[in-house]
């Protein structure tokens, strides 16, 4: 069975009625992940939030949205709650949104473990403290301690991360996880989801601009453009035989990148030879 199916999902604008993404169906295996490119406006965010049932007030969807086989739109608000975390986990671009600024990291992951797990105070920090040694923060005392707006971006998404890793969700959800991020961090980074996707065998979304990335971590590709799915398919199929022209552009904007940088850093550029 698909962890995650999405069928015929529409979101709107309710104000103007504007659709602003188009009857888009996917699914998701159990340890699979799956990513999601496109320009922006393409409605990547808006596909994501729509799983979490996080779209803010005047955005409206429909279609079914199920995981593990149950309907996600039939449940009440505070069912929905109990899912989100410890079911489906939100990994966000930009990490400091997502804490409070006047809290300590420590109290804001005590707390979402607490909501979820019957844990002891005890029990949670010792289990936050190994996986933030396994997401390679190597003082978790110390991280705990801080306020989110003394750590790194590349640190907040460790900690994220390393959250997901304790909480053991069915689907983790990074919608650009990496994109605020310099080119070495992000590389640690996505390095990190994967070691996440190996450990946890969730099933994964990975929002991204990056088809570097995409290629590292992304077994099926999923691409949107102006609120469609324009192109989906295995990420191998997707960089060696494209069919539709906007995913062949992409990749060939990739492509001529990638020379680019070579050449800048020293290399041939393959076009001259
Ligand atoms: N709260 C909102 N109210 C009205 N329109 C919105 C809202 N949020 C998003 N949109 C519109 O929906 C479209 C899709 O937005 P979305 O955020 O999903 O794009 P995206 O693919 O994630 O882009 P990016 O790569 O820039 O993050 C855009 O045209 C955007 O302007
Ligand atoms: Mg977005």
């Avoid at 279609?63 to 966000?92: P, Q, T, V």
């Avoid at 989906?232 to 990148?257: C, D, M, N």
Wanted: contains cysteine.
């Amino acid at each position: 069975m698909n962890v995650l199916e999405v069928e015929h999902l529409n979101v709107w604008e309710e104000r103007s009625g504007r659709n602003l993404v188009r009857d888009s169906s996917f699914r998701l295996a159990q340890g699979e992940c799956l990513a999601i490119v496109g320009e922006s406006g393409s409605g990547k965010s808006l596909t994501c939030k729509s799983i979490m049932r996080l779209n803010r007030n005047g955005i409206r969807h429909s279609g079914r949205i199920a995981l593990n086989g149950e309907d996600l739109s039939i449940l009440s608000d505070k069912a929905m709650r109990r899912y989100r975390g410890r079911r489906l986990c939100m990994i966000m671009q930009n990490g400091m949104s997502a804490f409070d600024p006047s809290r300590p990291i420590g109290a804001h992951l005590q707390e979402t473990l607490g909501i979820h797990y019957d844990w002891s105070r005890a029990e949670r920090e010792a289990k936050l403290a190994a996986a933030m040694i396994a997401v390679g923060l190597r003082e978790p005392a110390a991280v705990m301690s801080r306020y989110p707006f003394e750590l790194s971006g590349g640190m907040l998404q460790r900690v994220m991360i390393a959250l997901a890793l304790v909480l053991e969700p069915d689907v983790i959800i990074a919608d650009e996880p990496t994109t605020a991020l310099d080119a070495v961090t992000a590389y640690e980074v996505v390095e990190q989801f994967v070691r996440l996707r190996e450990r946890l065998r969730s099933a994964m979304i990975f929002v991204s601009h990056d088809l570097g990335v995409v290629r590292r971590i992304a077994d099926n590709v999923l691409v949107m453009k102006d609120g469609e799915i324009v192109e989906q398919g295995a990420a191998r199929e997707i960089f060696s035989g494209a069919r539709h022209p906007y995913t062949r552009y992409l990749v060939s904007s990739k492509e001529t990148l990638s020379r680019h940088y070579k050449w800048l850093m020293g290399g041939v550029d393959v076009a001259q030879g």
